[in-house]
């Protein structure tokens, strides 16, 4: 306390400080610094050149693929949080009793290994997988569908299921720590309950509906697993091609430069949708 | 309303543990192929994972990398949730937020990052590039978990004790430590858990010792040998389970409280 | 004036821009029942903080029976506090919460139980040790509290608002308590309030303060019936602020001339007005008396009145004055038959020798 407090504080912070914002801000700069180097098949070196980057904007392929991403996590954004609104809307509403009970069992699946999960929907849609070979079994087919598998909204589906659960958490602390007599004194005011819901939850609920969008929409953007996994050929995503830049296509400016797009771009799309959804909701008072 | 609301809830929860349910399902499968209806039942595969080559390395690959990540992570965050929590200096919200950020990137983007460090800077891929990476990966996640905890712990106490003779230090151990015991116990379990169950960072940089996720996704290329995943698989959600729900009950019973003023004398 | 055992000295506390304390002097005698009495924010907690180490004071000295304490940490300091929130460590138990500080005095365990009981007996809680403090109620947290700080028998015992979580008919229980507490152990006591009647009954001596400065500080006497500003007269209790003019002002005695009232004579103030001066007499509501019949005395129309069982407060006309005349009318034998209905003119006689003499000051803006 006689020491002064900001010293205590960065002295128990420099651990924390090196590894985790030092480690994490130097690699990514590392990145950066790469992004504009060149490479001839295995000889990296540093440089100046914006080959990389004439690449990323350039290229029809690379920008199909930004598009395919930004597309996917987008939509396995927006129906995550969607579909989370209204299950964060009951624990925090609805229940009074067992909360933790419900938080535990909804937020579980989120806890166990992505693999796993993006696996188990192999199990489902796939060549023999369950729902194949149970309409098989029930007649209703004759040949199992190939169609379920390898595509871009396979990809989607698994994604969607992955990540849901993410949203429910900032969703749900944003709705509880609301001041419930606001919502009393809209109704007092003439609000019935749908227009006290719009005019009155909706907004202040905000914060966490952004912060589960951001939290969901980043990652999915830059996955690897899943298309990976289930995506095949037409279900590829720009993690994907990072990831073979630093392996098999040993292009480490582009994957660099490909990197550093992406959280760039992911991140724009993320405020953008924050800052059009902000006055959507502030023109519908 | 509301029980329109529990009915759609019910229905989520449902969808939600469907999928995975089916891995346990196939894991007691007596066949290699997926099918429905039901062949048999066997617990062959599970017996299988003990010949089954690599297995065990990888098993306690995870297992170092994810205590070394736990450990380490968690003292760090505690730390740092201690300074945030309880002290004011300049740049408290930007590290806080700085700290918790982390979760928000892409695995991959991470990936790619200290992948290019390490090679860059000549440092060999091993298992100890893969410790490293997780201590990064896992800090975020135990942060916000003492954070919470020290923030529900009111900063009186502290005070109160060095009000009472007790040095910074001998405070530390006599009342912060006890009452975020429970705090930093959740968080050994929470990033145990991830960092066991953690693919990208370890597929990218582990190179010849996989861990067990990298493991079985070398596995998962070989149709034959996918009901040994299966029964792996549900091994490693039963101990997520646990492990979370445990780390959740810990929390919870952490923040207890003494009753606030009533009315009797 | 007892001898400075707490000796403070143009303490000052500043947060950025924000001056919480201004540089100010008190002195607190030994075994003194000391309050700081004041509203939110006038600074009487950080000031409570600083002299338990809690805070660091931005210049200024804080001496304790002599030695100079202003750099020691809270955890050298001869002073223990209460917390307002109590503080309470909810992993230990009653006994062990009372004798936390006695483990590092090297007191063994035997010892240190046997303390712990014996101020379980003081704050008449026997037999609690073993307790959990989640067993127990505010009240009997705020006495284990208490018993924590007592049992190290500091030089000095800070109270912060300690009953302000309590219930009324609970607080003056623990009024009672706390006092005879205090005359016990003859340790000196200083509390942090914003009730002015706990600081009326408890305190040897009162610091009434506003915006980081002491206005006053004198026994409880002093300051109810010769507040010395304002503000504090305002602060502590209803107050009658009487415009008025000075007519002749002696050594003994001041004339002044009082529109409704005449010319009353008070005794004088602080400083001598001159002749013809504005001035305001302040004068409690419980020295003006009504009576039926108005033959000498100024009457007045009744605006309002407020029953509170063992008095009526009445509130009367003044001419040209948007601030009604407050009377407290006691219910006792005599008069409690004397009821006085909204809109009849009643006569009121002052007690002029109580009346303070202040100096004028807009009345809009008066407390």
């Given amino acids: ?243 073979m830049q630093f392996g098999a296509s040993n292009n480490i400016p582009l994957g660099s430069a490909l990197a550093i797009a992406t959280m760039v771009l992911a991140s724009l799309i993320a405020c953008l949708f924050v800052l059009g959804t902000k006055r959507l909701v502030r023109a519908m008072r | 309303m509301s029980r329109l609301r529990k009915a759609y809830v019910v229905l989520y929860l449902a969808l939600l543990y469907l999928p995975i349910s089916f891995i346990p399902l196939f894991a007691f499968h007596d066949s290699v192929y997926i099918s429905f209806p039901w062949r048999g039942f066997t617990l062959d595969w599970f017996a299988g994972l003990f010949e089954a080559e690599g297995l065990l390395g990888a098993l306690e690959n995870s297992l170092i990398v994810a205590a070394i990540a736990s ?88 005070q109160a004790s060095m009000d009472l003779g007790e040095p910074p230090v001998r405070t530390f151990f006599r009342v912060t430590l006890p009452l975020a015991a429970p705090g930093i116990l959740s968080s050994l379990m929470l990033t145990f858990t991830v960092s066991f169950d953690e693919f990208i960072l370890a597929f990218f940089l582990s190179s010849n010792s996989p861990t067990l996720p990298v493991y079985m996704w070398s596995q998962m290329r070989f149709p034959d040998k996918l009901p040994l995943v299966l029964a792996l698989a549900t091994l490693v959600i039963l101990f997520s389970i646990v492990a979370v729900v445990g780390s959740q009950l810990l929390r919870r019973q952490g923040r207890r409280r003494p009753a606030t003023a009533s009315q009797e004398g | 004036m007892t001898e400075a055992f707490i000796d403070i000295r143009r303490i000052e506390k500043r947060f950025g821009q924000v001056t919480a304390v201004q540089a100010t002097d008190l002195t607190v005698g030994s075994g003194e029942f000391f309050s700081l009495l004041g509203p939110s924010g006038c600074g009487k907690t950080t000031l409570l903080r600083m002299i338990g180490g809690l805070e660091v004071p931005t210049a200024g000295a804080i001496l304790i029976d002599g030695k100079d304490i202003s750099r020691l940490p809270s955890y050298r300091r001869p002073t223990n506090m209460v917390f307002q929130s109590y ?103 200083v509390l942090v309030t914003h009730d002015q009647e706990e600081a009326l009954t408890l305190s040897d001596r009162i610091a009434v303060m506003q915006a980081g400065r002491i206005l006053q500080c004198s026994t409880p006497r002093e300051l109810y019936e010769r507040p010395s500003s304002h503000d504090v007269a305002g602060f502590v209790g209803e107050m009658n602020f009487l415009p008025g003019r000075v007519v002749s002002a002696g050594v003994e005695r001041v004339t002044v001339d009082v529109p409704g009232f005449g010319c009353l004579t008070v005794p004088p103030g602080a400083a001598r007005p001159e002749k013809g001066e504005a001035v305001t007499l302040a004068l409690r509501p419980e020295r003006l008396a009504l009576v039926r019949e108005a033959k000498d005395a100024p009457s007045f129309a009744v605006r309002a009145s407020t029953y509170f069982g063992n008095r009526t407060l009445y509130q009367l006309e003044l001419p040209g004055l948007e601030r009604p005349l407050s009377v407290f009318h006691a219910n006792d034998l005599q008069r409690a038959q004397e009821v006085f209905e909204p809109g009849a003119l009643v006569g009121v006689l002052p007690d002029a020798g109580a009346a303070v003499l202040l100096p004028a000051r807009s009345l809009t803006n008066s407390v």
């Fill in chain 2, 71 to 158: 450990v380490s992570s968690t003292v760090m965050a505690t730390l740092a949730a201690l300074a945030t929590a309880r002290l004011r200096f300049p740049g408290r919200q930007a590290i806080s937020i700085a700290l918790l950020a982390p979760i928000a990137l892409p695995t991959v983007v991470i990936g790619v990052a200290l992948l290019s460090a390490f090679s860059l800077s000549g440092v060999p891929l091993s298992l100890g590039t893969v410790a490293m990476a997780h201590c990064l990966f896992c800090t975020p996640f135990a942060y916000g978990v003492m954070l919470s905890q020290f923030r529900g712990l009111s900063g009186d106490l502290e």
């Fill in chain 1, 1 to 243: 306390m006689f020491r002064s407090q900001t010293a205590s504080a960065y002295l128990l912070l420099s651990p924390v400080i090196v590894t985790v914002i030092l480690a994490l801000v130097g690699c990514l700069l590392l990145l950066v610094v790469a992004s504009f180097g060149t490479q001839s098949y295995l000889d990296f070196d540093f440089g100046f050149s914006l080959a990389s980057y004439d690449q990323v904007i350039e290229s029809a392929g690379v920008r199909k693929l930004m598009l395919r991403s930004a597309g996917i996590a987008a939509v396995v954004s927006l129906l995550s949080v969607l579909l989370a609104y209204p299950v964060a809307y009951f624990v925090a509403f609805d229940v009074s009793h067992n909360r933790l009970f419900w938080l535990i069992m909804l937020t579980l699946p989120s806890w166990i290994s992505y693999l796993l999960r993006v696996l188990s929907w192999k199990l489902i849609l796939g060549y023999k997988g369950v729902v194949n070979s149970g309409l098989e079994g029930l007649g209703l087919i004759s040949k199992p569908l190939e169609f379920l598998l390898y595509n871009p909204t396979s990809v989607a589906i698994a994604l969607a299921h992955a990540w849901a659960p993410f949203a429910i958490l900032p969703i749900y602390v944003s709705l509880q720590r609301m001041d419930r007599s606001l919502i009393q004194m809209a109704g007092d005011l003439g609000d019935g309950p749908f227009r006290s819901f719009l005019r009155v939850t909706l907004p202040l609920s905000l914060p966490g509906v952004f912060a589960a969008f951001v939290l969901i929409f980043i990652p999915t953007f830059g996955d690897y697993v899943t298309p990976q996994l289930i995506g095949g050929p037409s279900g590829v995503m720009i993690g994907v091609y990072i990831a």
């Fill in chain 3, 87 to 189: 503080a309470i460590f909810p992993h230990l138990t009653v006994g062990e919460n009372i004798a936390y500080g006695l483990k590092r005095r090297g007191l063994k365990e035997a010892e240190r139980r046997r303390e712990a009981e014996r101020l379980l007996e003081m704050i008449r809680l026997p037999g609690f040790a073993d307790r959990r403090p989640d067993q127990l109620s505010g009240g009997q947290q705020q006495r284990v509290a208490l018993a924590r700080a007592l049992v190290l028998k500091p030089k000095v015992l800070l109270l912060d608002e300690p009953l302000a979580a309590l219930d009324k008919k609970l607080r003056e229980n623990m009024q009672i308590e706390l006092r005879r507490l205090q005359r016990e152990v003859g340790i000196t006591f």
